[in-house]
């Protein structure tokens, strides 16, 4: 089998996030950027499957500027056997994304392609199921188990969180699933693993490769931090504090 996982490059987690002068975007420059933490999930998910005998293969892919190097290298210390970067100085919309990665999976013949369910800067979890859709594969998403029934049935049994509670699915090979941060807990890369990344070659490909139209479809005219939340107030009795729901939050 082999797997196919999408990462992205993000702003790291714990960084606080400032917006540009003219508010048209976040500032980027001289922030330290990192994995993708749900990408990172669906990363570790794919290298014990090749460990434990399903896979041959892990191909890691990010479409993004030529930065993303950094994080395809990280995804190789991991573990991951092979690394596309797709060249981009665009900011490319999950529907574009998702036909990028389409063409990159018929191009390599993957089985199952692994995705965060959604990226920490923009939260539109929405490639995965785009995906699935242009493949025409079936979809798991918001998984937090994984298990392959290979090669007897040629299945997956993914256990997905849903408002209801839990959802086991079992899919057919090929398939397309996206994770969630309780799947597993990541592995730290080993001086080893560093050291035969920084030597691994990494396919260099565009857009226009694929005969693939990046162009966006919406365009963020503003962006505005949100407004900042007053001063925590302490009350001593009961009827202090419905005095304040009535009056300062007007809830009542």
Request: with cysteine.
């Amino acid at each position: 089998m082999k797997i196919l996982v999408g990462i992205k490059r993000v702003i790291e987690y714990s960084t606080k996030i400032r917006l540009k002068a003219d508010f048209s975007g976040v500032e980027t420059n001289l922030v330290k950027m990192s994995m993708n933490p749900f990408c990172e999930i669906a990363i570790e998910e794919a290298v014990r499957l090749k460990e434990n005998g399903y896979a041959s293969e892990v191909r890691v892919v990010s479409v993004g500027p030529s930065s993303s190097q950094e994080t395809l290298r990280s995804a190789l210390a991991l573990g991951a056997s092979s690394a596309t970067h797709i060249l981009t100085n665009r900011n490319v919309e999950p529907l574009g994304v998702a036909r990028l990665l389409a063409e990159v999976a018929r191009k390599y013949d993957s089985n199952l392609v692994l995705l965060g369910k959604q990226s920490i800067d923009e939260d539109n979890s929405q490639t995965g199921q785009m995906l699935a859709g242009l493949l025409g594969w079936p979809q798991a998403t918001n998984a937090f188990k994984l298990t392959v029934l290979w090669p007897e049935n040629k299945l997956v049994e993914v256990v997905r969180e849903v408002d209801a509670g839990l959802e086991t699915l079992r899919l057919a090979l090929p398939a397309v699933v996206t994770v969630n941060l309780r799947m597993n807990s990541p592995r730290f890369a080993t001086l080893p693993g560093i050291l035969k990344a920084k030597k691994q070659p990494i396919e260099i490909l565009s857009a226009q490769d694929f005969g693939v139209d990046i162009t966006p479809h919406t365009q963020i005219m503003k962006l505005e931090l949100p407004p900042k939340r007053p001063a925590c107030k302490m009350v001593t009795s009961v009827d202090e504090l419905i005095n304040l729901i009535r009056t300062e939050a007007k809830v009542i």
